[in-house]
């Protein structure tokens, strides 16, 4: 059964603190993401990584990094938090390949900056 | 103009109601699309692909009309737990893998 797993379902952070969401799948997938949900907004991409060590930014990269050192591992990070960043984040996996593969999710984390 | 547009709804229907859905995109050039269904507090997961012939999985029929770049989403014979968002996916240009989602429909079928 496939899995991705998110470090943290609740967060609460004040402004100006480095943030650290990790996200883990055990499906030998390449690619990862990160997206936010707003509502209204539909899920935006933060960041994509489509192998180890390798990067790409999404639509809204600003304020936010990433690391990918192992395969099975995709970290985001709010290098200073701020109010605007309080948010549904979500990360996913898919298989290497072109078009038609699934995106799986993980269970999400609902992050609060205060 | 949002490159993937849905009604957010809510669409309210009785159970055993058939209620369709339709998903504008922008991108003419779009090659892959997709339904994705969210849970309240829950993570998307995909409930069908969208092939140019359509596809049908039980009471879930799927269909594409490139000619005015809009995608539809039928649901027959509605149960209590279809309730949920439905999310339409459309794949990016510069990058077969990555996803555009629309902000979904919220259907909540009752009893």
């Known amino acids: 059964d496939v899995k991705v797993t998110q470090s943290s379902r609740y967060l609460v952070k004040r402004t100006g603190e480095k943030v650290f969401l990790e996200c883990v799948q055990d499906?030998?997938?390449?690619?990862m993401f990160w997206y936010r949900q707003d509502p209204g907004l539909g899920l935006r991409l933060i960041y994509f990584s489509y192998d180890v060590k390798m990067k790409e930014k999404g639509d809204i990269p600003e304020g936010y990094s990433v690391s990918r050192e192992k395969k099975e591992r995709f970290s985001l990070i709010l290098e200073s938090a701020s109010t605007n960043q309080t948010s549904m984040y979500l990360c996913a996996s898919s298989p290497f390949g072109t078009g038609l593969n699934e995106q799986f999710f993980g269970p999400g984390t609902r992050l609060t900056v205060l | 103009r949002k490159e993937v547009e849905q009604d957010p709804g809510p669409f309210n229907v009785p159970e055993g109601a058939t209620v369709a859905f339709n998903c504008t995109y922008s991108?003419?050039?779009?090659?892959?699309f997709f339904w994705y269904r969210q849970d309240c507090r829950k993570e998307p997961k995909l409930l069908m692909s969208v092939y140019s012939s359509g596809n049908e999985d039980g009471r879930f029929t799927a269909q594409l009309n490139r000619a005015s770049q809009y995608i539809s989403l039928l649901i027959r014979d509605s149960k209590l737990s279809d309730s949920a968002t439905y999310l339409c996916v459309v794949n990016r240009m510069d990058s077969s893998y990555k996803l555009i989602f629309g902000s979904g429909t919220r259907l909540l079928v009752r009893p």
């Open positions: 499906m030998d997938h390449e690619n």
């Open positions: 991108n003419s050039a779009s090659q892959s």
